[in-house]
Every structure is written in C-alpha cells, then in structure tokens.
C-alpha cells in the first residue's frame, strides 16, 4: 500500500489531535474529582459557578506546558522513568500558572483542591501511560515460542540497565529467572521484579534449580582473575555464557541486548581499560598531515583508526602489500568520510618512492609500524630483516628529517632488549640509528617498544583457534614459555600518548602488566571454545624456536626507564651513539645482507654486543626439547 506524505501528516496530526483529547478528559476528571474529593461529593452551587471559570483556564495552561515538554508526541508504550519526570514537570507548571491566576483573580479560593487536583492529574495521565506501556506486548516472536531463561551476573547499573532492556524490548525472547551478586547486601532484594538470588558462587546451583540456559555476565568492570572464576563456574553449570563490553568498551555508558558478546581472551588477562590524555594528544594531531607506515598490518591499521579520532588534516597511508591497504583504506572511508585519506602503495627502503611521497603530501608526523616481525622467519631469512627493519627505517628516517618532519614516532619490540633473534636484534639497530639521527636533527624522534598483542596477524591467539577449530592439537613451545601481552586498540593508543610525549632520543616503555604462561593462554582458548584440555583437545609442547627466549624483557638496567606523566608510559635514558659509527655499521650491514647468515650475525653482534645469536640459542633450544621429552613422558 503507498503512503503518500500527505497521508502520513494527516495519521500524525489525527493522532496528535486524540492524545490532546484525552488528556484534557482525564484533566477534566482530575479537577471534578478534587472538588468532590474536597467537599465530600457534596458541591455547593457557588463552587459549581467556580469550576466552569477555573477549568478552561487549566485546561489552556497544561496544554501549553505538555506541548513545551514535548508530551504529545512520545509513544505511550514505551513510556519509562523520563517520561514520567516531564509528566511531574509539566503538572506543576500548570498547577503553578493557575495558582497565579487564581490570586490574581479571585485573592481567597481553597487552595486544596489545587494540591488535590495535581496528584489526582499525576496520577491519571502517569496511570493511563503506563496501563498502554503495560497493555502492549512485544512484537518480536509468537506467543508459543518458548522464553529463554537467562541469569544475570552482576546487580549493579549495568544488571539493571540490561533488565529493564530486556523487560522493555526482549520480553518475547527472554526471562531472568534471577540475579547473582557477591553484595550481601543485596542479597533478596529485587529489581525490576527480579530477585537477586545468591552469590556468584551459587551459581551452579541456581542454573541447575531454576533450568537456565544461559549466563550473562553484567560486570563491566570485570577483570583476568575475576571473569576466569565467573566462567569456570558457567563451565560447572554446563551453561551458556555472554558478557556486556568492557568499561573501556561501553561508548556512552548504556548496556543493551545487542552489545553481549562471547567472552574472550582479552577479559581473561586482567587489563586494566586505559585512560588517555584525550585533549593533550588532540592538540597535537588536529590540523596535521599523519603519514602511517605498515598502516595495512595489525598494529599500523589501528594507529589509524586512532589517528582519525583526533581530526587530522589528512592521513597518509603507506603500504607496500597492495590488498591490506585496499582494506583498511576501505574501512577507514566508512568509518570516518571527514577525514582525508590517501592511500600510498609504496616500500619504505625506496629512497626515491620516499622522497616523492613526502614532497606531495609534507607530513608532520609520521608513525613507523611497517616492519617485519615473525621472529623464527627473520632466523630464516636474515637478509629481509635488514632490508626492512633497518635498511627501511634508515630510509624512512632519513627522508623524513630532510623534510624537517616535526615528530617521527617508530614502533619497536621487547624483543630488541637483550635479543636473541634476527628480528630483535634488527630493531634494536634501528632504535639505536633513529636515537642518534635525533641529535642531528630538527625532527623529535622518539621510539616506543612494547610485547605482543593479542589477535594480531600470525601471533599465538589466530594460530591457536585454528589449531582448535581443526580439532588439535594446540602446539606450545615450551611450559615455561612467557610473554607480555595487550589488546591492539590499548598498544596503539599508548603508542599515541607516548609519541606526543617525546622531545627527541626517547625509548619509551610501554607497562605490559604481568607476563602470561602461553600454556594457560592455550588452555583459556580451549575453555572458551567450549572445550575441554588435554580431554577434548591436546596441548603438545614443541620445543623453544630458533631465536626465541622464555622470558622477554621491556628494558635492561643501563636504560634506568624512569616514570612519566602517563602512568602506564615509562622512558629510557638516552644511550649515546657516535653517529659516524652508526652510519658505518649501518652501511655494512646492508652491504653483507645477501652473505652468509653467520657473517651478518657477527656484525649485528659487533653493533649489539648483547645480541647472543646462534648457535647459543640452538643450544637452549637443544637443551629445551630435552627437558620436553622429560615432561611429555
């Protein structure tokens, strides 16, 4: 059927019309009611002379003050604690105004038959809103469809929040059967109807007792030690689980329906949600041309999307693998049409490539993510991580000084301290090539080192759920095996809070939290999926990789890192560098890259005297897979 627009303002205007209508019944009614109330249903004639003079004065004046409040235009069957504030507001508007009136007019009248008069009002327009909101059921699913019965965890703002949701627009899909809280105080008390039935604890018995299907988790604040009790307790009860976004995730505060999720790995790790100094990096960035190298991979992608918060002039993205920038280029043009983006396919050791790019576009502030990362495939291929991760960030930096960039912020690796791998060791060279570049330029060059984030490309966290998906086993190199993890979005956030800090030569470290065992992260990934370990899925220990360490490290003790404004920011002193003897090692290195893996070793050791290369990690790692076989047997 066509609805012409005419059609549509003539169905709004009649029903507007039948909402005034109605209310000025039920104010009519309210104020008979308060004079028989007043003067016990018997009503002198002269009071009777008085209402024909007072009503259409009231009437005019709540009209007035219900369209000011917008009154007559909510839909009455989604009427809720809002609606019923500019209700009280609007009456006693009306009841003030013809209070006024009344003095002025008449000087001596009952003024009790005003107070009756306004509760009488409040209670018959609150009373027929809610009696609709009440009357009218949701329209999701047929009336036999059976209700999924939930429990909520949590009985604070956010159970309440999701209560009131559900009652409110889900009512037809689902029933909270309870809530479950470790407030003692809380316990029996109820909201919105539902009781809050235990502790946390009790919750496999409560599920078995009250038939639930599913657990949602409606602590926010939620975090590693806690969310791993409340899942192990789902798991006990054979239940279904979901949890709402985390604090760090909840954009205006509000829960609903559709933000539960599975819970993941991120809610297992106990970190804490970060608080960024919003107007100090804003004012930095707005206005700026932001050049974003490696802005395709894991880390380079979400710099920009975090770059694109702050209003930049234009971002400039620098990719060389041709389909990762066609996607993020992609979604930052849905993400955010303000921003001027322009997508450069390009390899940062293209000196000329460099050069034309910087001249087009004049950046200000360049972020250096492009490098390559996977430390058994540096082993293998030596060569590559010159060529990019110096070689590349030399280049970079060179031109990126020549055209007196303002700040040059390149991301390093936990790895470069003390490091035993190729891809290590690599980094470490380009943080000690930009640290001395830094003395002789205008440009503030400053490095931010961090671990491993979660979900990147190629890290454990994919690699394992493709293990699982495919029924195991889930390979762990080693029991002991440690590393310090963070979510993507919070490394690329402080990765932004620190370069803005910097003034030039800085290592700045990033607080990783506690280092996590990769057996318990396998393990975590395992229960979440459903699953049990070393029952449904086995866990096999595979023996330390050619350039790996137990334990990585974020600084060694000759860097004395120091606190900083940003408490989870922490800086190295400078180490000095003699810049002639850089640019010399450099150029050597890039000389010998396609030699011998051994000679490129010996002179990254030369650069690097901490760097212990092979074959002293062969031998941890020969020594490693002994102890394995002790502990698989």
Request: aromatic fraction near 6%; charged fraction near 20%; hydrophobic fraction near 45%.
């Amino acid at each position: 059927m066509l609805v012409t627009r005419r059609g549509v303002k003539t169905s709004v205007g009649a029903r507007r019309t039948l909402v005034i209508g109605v209310h000025l019944v039920l104010w009519t009614a309210s104020l008979w009611l308060a004079f028989l109330l007043r003067f016990v249903f018997r009503i002198a004639p002269a009071y009777l002379d008085l209402i024909s003079v007072w009503l259409p004065v009231l009437l005019g004046l709540r009209t007035c003050a219900f369209y000011q409040w917008g009154l007559f235009r909510g839909m009455w069957r989604y009427t809720g604690a809002r609606d019923l504030m500019a209700i009280v507001q609007a009456t006693t508007v009306g009841t003030l105004a013809l209070t006024a009136f009344l003095v002025l007019v008449f000087g001596q009248f009952p003024r009790s038959i005003l107070i009756i008069d306004w509760l009488a009002a409040l209670t018959l327009v609150g009373g027929m809103r809610f009696t609709i909101r009440w009357l009218k059921k949701p329209n999701g699913q047929p009336a036999d469809t059976k209700l999924q019965r939930i429990i909520i965890v949590g009985a604070g703002d956010a159970g309440e929040m999701l209560i009131r949701e559900i009652q409110q627009r889900h009512a037809a899909r689902f029933l909270p059967v309870g809530l479950l809280d470790d407030d003692p105080l809380k316990r029996g008390a109820q909201i919105h109807g539902v009781r809050v039935l235990g502790a946390i604890a009790e919750l496999p018995r409560v599920a078995a007792d009250g038939d639930v299907e599913e657990v949602i988790i409606a602590v926010p604040s939620a975090r590693g030690q806690q969310m791993r009790r409340i899942v192990g307790l789902c798991k006990s009860a054979g239940v279904r689980f979901r949890t709402i976004p985390g604090l760090d995730e909840l954009i205006d505060g509000t829960v609903n329906v559709n933000q539960l999720r599975n819970v993941a790995i991120q809610d297992l790790l106990g970190r804490e949600a970060v608080e960024l100094d919003m107007d100090f990096i804003s004012s930095g960035m707005r206005g700026e041309v932001v050049m974003v190298s490696g802005a395709g991979g894991s880390i380079g992608s979400e710099i920009c999307r975090q770059v694109c918060r702050f209003g930049p002039k234009a971002l400039v993205l620098v990719e060389r693998t041709e389909n990762a920038l066609f996607n993020v280029h992609r979604e930052l043009e849905a993400l955010r049409p303000e921003v001027p983006l322009v997508p450069c396919i390009a390899d940062i050791s293209d000196a000329s490539r460099m050069e034309d790019l910087f001249d087009e576009h004049r950046p200000t502030i360049v972020f250096h993510a492009a490098a390559h990362k996977h430390v058994p495939m540096m082993e293998w291929n030596p060569g590559e991580a010159v060529k990019n991760n110096v070689l590349g960030t030399k280049t970079l930096a060179d031109v990126a000084s020549a055209y007196d960039v303002e700040r040059f912020v390149m991301i390093s690796t936990d790895k470069a301290v003390n490091p035993t791998s190729v891809m290590g060791v690599s980094k470490r060279v380009a943080e000690i090539y930009v640290q001395a570049l830094s003395v002789r330029s205008h440009t503030k060059f400053v490095t931010v080192r961090f671990g491993n984030v979660l979900g990147s490309a190629g890290s454990v966290i994919p690699i394992f759920q493709e293990q699982i998906a495919s029924g195991g086993p889930v390979t762990v190199t080693h029991p002991e095996m440690k590393r310090y993890f963070m979510t993507i979005p919070e490394a690329s956030q402080l990765v932004l809070q620190a370069g803005m800090m910097g003034e030039g030569g800085e290592i700045f470290i990033l607080d990783m939290g506690n280092p996590v065992k990769i057996a318990d992260l396998a393990r975590d990934l395992i229960l979440l999926s459903g699953l049990k370990p070393d029952d449904d899925i086995e866990i096999r220990f595979t023996g330390v990789r050619p350039g790996e360490k137990l334990f990585e490290e974020l600084s060694v003790a000759s860097e004395n890192a120091d606190k900083t404004r940003h408490p989870k920011i922490f800086v190295g002193r400078f180490r000095p560098h003699s810049w002639e003897s850089v640019q010399r090692h450099v150029a050597d290195l890039v000389a010998i890259a396609q030699h011998h893996p051994a000679d490129l070793r010996a002179k990254f050791r030369e650069i690097v005297p901490e760097y212990k290369p092979a074959p002293l990690a062969d031998q941890q790692a020969t020594a490693a897979q002994v102890e394995l076989r002790a502990v698989n047997e």
